[in-house]
C-alpha cells in the first residue's frame, strides 16, 4: 500500500494524463457514425502500435551479450513495425475508397 | 530552445497528432487527414527514440533495430496493400495481434532486470498477461473471419471454465508479484497460461460477433502499450495507450449498441443458448410455406418495375458479388429502374463495412442510403433485393419482444410491394433465429450463390 501511494505521489504527473486521457478517449469516440468504426477502429489500432517505441527501448536498453534478450527485442520491433505500418496503411487504403464517392 | 528538440518536446507532439488524428477519424471529411497526421506523428516519436536516446549503444544493436524496422515496414506495408477490401476486419486483427505480441516480448524480455521493483514487475507482468491474450485471442478471431475456424467450439461449462482459468492466471500473477520471484520458468507459465486464455476467451464467440471481440481486443493492446508507458516513464506510449484503450472500449460499446448486444452477451452468452431456450415458442409462430422463384422471374420484374432497394449483407461480401451487384445496378439503372442500396448500419462483417465494400467498386455515394432516410421509402418501393441479409430485415425486432434481436434498428423491407431474397439456403442468420420474412405472402426466395445468382439476372435482363 505504500508502495502504491509513494509511486502515486513520485508520479503524479503520469496519474493525471491517465486520468484525462481516459476521458479524451470518450470524448474524442462520442458520436462517431456507424459507418466510421471500422476505419476509426483500424486508426486506433495503429496508435497503440506505439508499443514499438517500447521494443526499441529494450534493444536499445539490451547487453549486447545478451542474445536471448536482442533476438525477442528484434522480433517485438518487427511486430510493432508491422502493427503500425500495416495498421496505418490499411486505414489510408479504407478511407480513400470513401473519398472516391464523395 | 534546446527544448525543442528534445525527446519530451517530440513525444508531445506525438500526443497530440494521436488526439488530434482520432478526432478527425470520427468525420468522413477529415477522417483520411487524421490518419495521415497520426501517422506522421508515429514517425516522429520513433525516429526521435531512436536517434536521441541517451547512452552508449553498439552498432550492432542499431543495424538490429535498422533492419527490424525495415523489415517490418516492407512486410506491413505489402500485406496492407495487397488484401482485397472484403478482408479488411481480419487484417485489423491481426496488426493487432502483432502489437499485442510485441507489448508480451518486451515484458518476457524485461522481467528479470525489475526484480524487487514491485511496481514495475506489476506492469510487466500485467502487459505480458493482456499482450499474450490480446495475440492469442486476435490470431482465432483472424481465423475465424478467414474461414479457416469456422465454428464456435463450445467446450462443456465452457463459461465457468473460461472465468475459473482467467481466476487462476490472476492468482497466479499475484503470487508471482508478491513473492518477488524471479523466476523465469515461472514467467513462461504465465506467458503461454495468458496465451492458452486468449485462445479459450475467443473461440466460443461466433463469427458474426467477431468485430466486437476484435475492437475488445484492441483496446487490450492499448492498455499493454500504457503499461509499457509506465515502466519506462515514457510519456508517448502511455498516452496513445491509454487513449486507444479508453476509446477503444467506447467503440465497443458503440458497436455492440448498434447490433443490440450487450457485451455481456457477446463474451458469456452467444446467441446460440440464449435464444434455444426463448425461441422455442417464436418456432411456432411463424406459419405459412416459402415461395421459389427462378432467376428469369425475378429480371421480368427487375426490368419492369420504377424503384428497387437493394439490401446487402454478409452474404454478399462472403460471396464477393459486389462488383456483380454494382453491374446489375447500372444495367437496371440504365433501363430507367430507380436502385437505390439500403445500408444497415451493422452490414458486413463489420460496421460500415458495406460502404467500404461497395465504394470500393465505386456505387455512386448518393446511392447508399442509410437506415432512418430510406425506412420511410420502403413503402413506395416497388422490389427489394435482398442478397446474403437476414437479420438485418427480420421484422421480428419490431414486433416479437421473446426474440433475441427484438428492439434492434432495421429496415422495414417488408413494407415493399414486392420482396425478392437471395439466400444460400434456408438457414437461419447469425442471431441463429427464424425470420418470419421469409414466410410473407410477398415473398418469394431466390436461392442459390449470390454472385451466380445475380450474373444469372444480369444476362437474362440482359436479353431482354
Given amino acids: 500500500m505504500n508502495e502504491l501511494i509513494d509511486f502515486i505521489s513520485t508520479n503524479l504527473d503520469m496519474v493525471y494524463v491517465v486520468i484525462l486521457m481516459i476521458f479524451v478517449g470518450i470524448e474524442v469516440i462520442g458520436n462517431v457514425p456507424a459507418v466510421l468504426h471500422t476505419p476509426l477502429m483500424s486508426g486506433a489500432n495503429a496508435i497503440h502500435g506505439v508499443v514499438i517505441i517500447g521494443a526499441i527501448l529494450v534493444m536499445l536498453g539490451a547487453d549486447p551479450e545478451n542474445k536471448l534478450a536482442l533476438s525477442l527485442g528484434f522480433v517485438a520491433v518487427i511486430l510493432g513495425t508491422l502493427n503500425v505500418v500495416g495498421g496505418f496503411v490499411v486505414t489510408d487504403r479504407m478511407l480513400e475508397m470513401f473519398k472516391k464517392k464523395k | 530552445m534546446n527544448y525543442l528538440f528534445s525527446l519530451e518536446f517530440l513525444y ?36 526521435g527514440t ?30 496492407a496493400k495487397k488484401v482485397p477490401m472484403t478482408k479488411m476486419p481480419e487484417l485489423v486483427s491481426l496488426f493487432n495481434g502483432m502489437g499485442g505480441a510485441s507489448a508480451a516480448l518486451i515484458g518476457l524480455i524485461e522481467f528479470e532486470h525489475y526484480t524487487g521493483q514491485t511496481l514495475s514487475v506489476f506492469t510487466i507482468i500485467g502487459g505480458v498477461i493482456i499482450g499474450s491474450i490480446s495475440f492469442s485471442g486476435s490470431m482465432i478471431a483472424w481465423g475465424k473471419l478467414n474461414g479457416s475456424i469456422n465454428k464456435p467450439i463450445r467446450l462443456p461449462y465452457y463459461n465457468i471454465l473460461n472465468n475459473l482459468f482467467l481466476l487462476a492466471i490472476i492468482l497466479f500473477a499475484g503470487y508471482m508479484i508478491w513473492s518477488n520471484t524471479n ?65 477503444g472500449t467506447i467503440l465497443t460499446f458503440a458497436m455492440c449498441k448498434a447490433m443490440n448486444r450487450s457485451l455481456f452477451n457477446v463474451i458469456f452468452g452467444g446467441f446460440g443458448e440464449t435464444d434455444l431456450s426463448e425461441s422455442k415458442g417464436t418456432d411456432s409462430k411463424i406459419t405459412g410455406s416459402i415461395k421459389k422463384t427462378t432467376a428469369s422471374d425475378v429480371a421480368i420484374l427487375m426490368n419492369y418495375c420504377q424503384r428497387l432497394i437493394i439490401i446487402p449483407g454478409y452474404g454478399l461480401a462472403v460471396a464477393q458479388a459486389q462488383h456483380a451487384i454494382h453491374e446489375l445496378e447500372q444495367l ?36 447508399l442510403a442509410e437506415m432512418e432516410d430510406v425506412n420511410p421509402e420502403f413503402q413506395n418501393t416497388d422490389v427489394v433485393f435482398v442478397v446474403g441479409a437476414n437479420d438485418v430485415v427480420n421484422p421480428a425486432a419490431h414486433n416479437d419482444p421473446s426474440s433475441p434481436i427484438y428492439g434492434m434498428p432495421i429496415l422495414d423491407a417488408e413494407k415493399a410491394k414486392q420482396i425478392i431474397i437471395n439466400k444460400r439456403s434456408m438457414k ?37
Avoid: C
Wanted: no cysteine; charged share 10%.
Fill in chain 2, 12 to 47: 508531445l507532439i506525438a500526443s497530440i497528432t494521436y488526439i488530434l488524428g482520432l478526432k478527425m477519424l470520427g468525420h468522413p471529411e477529415t477522417a483520411r487527414r487524421g490518419n495521415l497526421i497520426a501517422a506522421a506523428g508515429m514517425t516522429l516519436a520513433i525516429f
Fill in chain 2, 50 to 79: 531512436i536517434f536521441l536516446f541517451q547512452g552508449e549503444v553498439p552498432t550492432l544493436v542499431y543495424t538490429l533495430i535498422g533492419i527490424a524496422i525495415i523489415l517490418g515496414s516492407i512486410i506491413g506495408w505489402m500485406i
Fill in chain 2, 183 to 247: 523466476s523465469q520458468l515461472y514467467l513462461y507459465i504465465l506467458f503461454f497460461g495468458a496465451l492458452a486464455y486468449g485462445i479459450l476467451f475467443v473461440i466460443p464467440i461466433g463469427g458474426a460477433d467477431m468485430p466486437v471481440v476484435i475492437s475488445l481486443l484492441n483496446s487490450f493492446t492499448g492498455l499493454a502499450a500504457a503499461l509499457g508507458g509506465f515502466l519506462y516513464d515514457n510519456m508517448v506510449m502511455l498516452t496513445g495507450g491509454i487513449l486507444v484503450g479508453s476509446a
Fill in chain 2, 332 to 367: 437496371l439503372d440504365s433501363k430507367g429502374v430507380e436502385v437505390k442500396y439500403a445500408i444497415h448500419p451493422v452490414a458486413g462483417r463489420m460496421p460500415g463495412h458495406m460502404n467500404v465494400l461497395l465504394a470500393e467498386t465505386n456505387v455512386a455515394y448518393e446511392k
Fill in chain 2, 428 to 464: 437461419p442468420g447469425y442471431a441463429g433465429i427464424e425470420n418470419e420474412l421469409f414466410y410473407n405472402q410477398k415473398t418469394s426466395m431466390l436461392f442459390g450463390d449470390a454472385k451466380e445468382v445475380i450474373q444469372d439476372l444480369i444476362s437474362e435482363i440482359k436479353g431482354m
